[in-house]
């Protein structure tokens, strides 16, 4: 108890320097504040990419998009033409 100040034991219930720097302890709107200035500082410390880069990455990824929707999509016909040869198409099982 001796590393307790004077203001503590008269009660006095001063807030101490960790307790006025804690976030948690502030109102709403102080940090939302110090959250859109902290994703200021963040994105000036990006490196953001060329126009010409940015065309390349595009480029990249439409193509890459375009062969995954083709090769999904010849599975998924082959895969359902192979499905009705099987089990044969609905209704002509009945023997009318």
Do not use: C, H
């Amino acid at each position: 108890m001796a590393s307790e100040t004077m203001a503590t034991r008269s009660g006095d219930k001063e807030p101490s320097a960790k307790d006025r720097k804690d976030p948690s302890r502030r109102n709403f709107v102080a940090r939302i504040s110090l959250f859109i200035r902290e994703v200021v500082f963040e994105l000036r410390k990006v490196i953001w990419p060329t126009r010409q880069q940015l065309v390349t990455y595009t480029t990249v990824v439409l193509v890459f998009l375009v062969i995954m929707t083709a090769i999904i999509a010849t599975l998924d016909f082959g895969l359902g033409r192979a499905v009705l040869w099987v089990f044969g198409t609905p209704g002509s099982a009945s023997g009318g």
